[in-house]
């Protein structure tokens, strides 16, 4: 096998990887939200402030986990350009 194909292959398998585990990484968090959500529905004792703050959590995970998503991506086009797929 030519060396340039192999390296494509290799390539796919840890994007394929990357992908399948980042996807599993998504639906828990998703799942967590869902709890979290659940929990401060449920929190009545819970200060304003306090619900804040959790909710302002939430979104800074999902856009950290986007922008990273993001970033692996760019970097996959990349190396994929790079070996002329």
Avoid: H
């Avoid at 990887?17 to 869902?34: G, P, R, V, Y």
């Amino acid at each position: 096998m030519e060396p340039k194909e192999m390296m494509k292959q290799m390539i796919q398998l840890n994007k394929t990887a990357f992908q399948t585990t980042f996807n599993s990484m998504a639906i828990l968090q998703d799942q967590m939200e869902k709890a979290t959500n659940t929990f401060l529905e449920q929190a009545t004792w819970l200060p304003a402030e306090g619900r804040k703050v959790i909710e302002e959590w939430v979104k800074t995970c999902k856009n950290g986990r986007e922008n990273y998503k993001n970033t692996v991506d760019e970097g996959f086009k990349r190396v994929e350009s790079f070996f002329g797929e």
